[in-house]
């Protein structure tokens, strides 16, 4: 039995919000009722036969590619000493938003980009992908849940006609032409798309400081919101203080949920390194999953050893069982990340620099990318789970730089890494490390 089977068991209220943002091209800016200036002419460079002949795994599925992008996107945040204790972030959004602007890469860039996000352009099973999948999480009765994306074209500014009609067909983005020559203007509007698409939970997430009047030509942003209930509820009164071991070693007493001697049964595995539990949301189409590292080794060092094949292996040897769980209670506001230079990391190179080609977007290697923000919030108490993220990337000119049957506890006393998931695609749309519930 594994972990898509059936679910016995009733939680509580969850809420999960994402958003991604990318800014691409010199400026964008402000809400226009024009329809932004497009164009029919050909991408230049925008060959084919180069994006054909990338090294893809033809195995992989298009989940599979996006949870892969997030995992080693958390070893780039738990490797960072500004972000590593307690890392929070979308892998979806972020995917998104890149997926949107590597539509409209070309050359070399394009090569780079698809071999990080391990995805091909003009891709009908892709597209497919990701419209099936914004449709289900748009459609959804069993609980609130949306997503919404946006292209932000400087007013003056001409894009090929191709690119527009995929990103509008494909991701569903609405396309608006705004004037990016006054910053803060631009800025208040784009934030005010987000917080409207994030349950007004992310605020600021693009600043007038990020929009140069000369440069900034296209943002590209993705939303996500979702609010549901645990499928089996925590009750405040089993709520106490309990000690927990930080990522840097100290023992601290933090608030602890606990469903504890009950019959409920919940997904979960074990081995030797670590232990694994699902809790599902009520509709069974999204469920949180907390991967909790045994105290032999530490939560880096885990998290580092993590593949996207050994994530699909785990799934697929839960079973049910009977589990007392102790879960902290916890709050986390990311600051403003820029992780540019983790993307770098990844493989992501010339798209930061002159030799950026996104031909594609305009006709012209014209474009590169400034900037990628990323922030995110999440909540985690007995009522559930409230989550929020965003992702900007800044695009300007190039003229400018197995379990046993006996009672198994699930003690969350010391570091763990949690993820939220859609439950039919098996993709992971939050994701995050925890190392210390206090902070």
Request: hydrophobic share 40%.
């Amino acid at each position: 039995m594994g972990l898509y089977g059936e679910k016995e068991m009733k939680i509580q209220y969850m809420i999960g919000i994402i958003i991604g943002v990318i800014l691409i091209g010199s400026a964008i800016t402000f809400f226009s009722l024009n329809q932004p200036k497009v164009s029919d002419e050909n991408p230049n460079d925008n060959d084919s036969d180069i994006i054909s002949d990338i090294n893809l795994s033809s195995e992989m599925q298009f989940h599979e590619s996006a949870n892969n992008f997030g995992f080693k996107l958390l070893q780039q945040f738990i490797a960072n000493p500004m972000y590593h204790e307690n890392p929070f972030f979308s892998p979806y959004s972020i995917f998104t938003a890149l997926a949107m602007a590597y539509e409209g890469a070309a050359g070399n860039t394009a090569v780079e980009m698809a071999a990080v996000l391990n995805i091909q352009q003009d891709n009908e099973s892709f597209h497919n992908y990701v419209l099936d999948l914004y449709n289900n999480l748009n459609n959804n009765t069993e609980y609130n849940m949306s997503t919404a994306n946006a292209a932000w074209i400087e007013q003056d500014f001409t894009i090929l006609d191709q690119y527009i009609r995929i990103v509008e067909n494909f991701y569903q983005a609405e396309s608006t032409n705004i004037d990016f020559s006054n910053p803060e203007q631009a800025a208040t509007i784009i934030n005010q798309w987000v917080e409207n698409n994030t349950n007004n939970l992310i605020r600021d997430l693009v600043t007038a400081d990020a929009i140069d009047p000369a440069l900034t030509r296209l943002i590209l942003t993705n939303a996500i919101y979702f609010k549901g209930a645990w499928e089996v509820q925590f009750d405040k009164e089993n709520t106490t203080d309990r000690p927990f071991t930080t990522s840097l070693g100290e023992t601290i007493d933090v608030p602890t949920m606990s469903l504890v001697g009950t019959q409920d049964t919940f997904y979960y595995t074990e081995n030797q390194d670590f232990q694994m539990i699902e809790l599902p949301y009520t509709g069974n189409d999204l469920s949180m999953i907390i991967i909790l590292p045994k105290e032999t080794r530490s939560l880096s060092t885990f998290i580092n050893s993590i593949t996207e094949e050994d994530y699909a292996e785990w799934l697929d040897t839960m079973e049910k069982e009977e589990v007392d769980l102790y879960l902290p209670k916890f709050t986390i506001t990311t600051p403003l990340y820029s992780i540019g230079d983790m993307l770098s990391n990844l493989g992501i190179h010339d798209a930061f620099t002159y030799n950026a080609d996104f031909s594609g977007i305009t006709g012209t290697k014209d474009l590169l990318i400034q900037y990628v923000f990323h922030k995110a919030f999440i909540e985690v108490n007995e009522e559930g789970t409230e989550a929020a993220a965003a992702t900007a990337v800044v695009m300007n000119l190039l003229s400018i730089n197995g379990g046993n049957h006996s009672r198994i506890v699930f003690d969350c006393d010391h570091p763990f890494i949690y993820l939220i998931q859609q439950m039919e695609t098996g993709t992971i749309l939050f994701m995050g490390a925890m190392g210390n519930p206090t902070v």
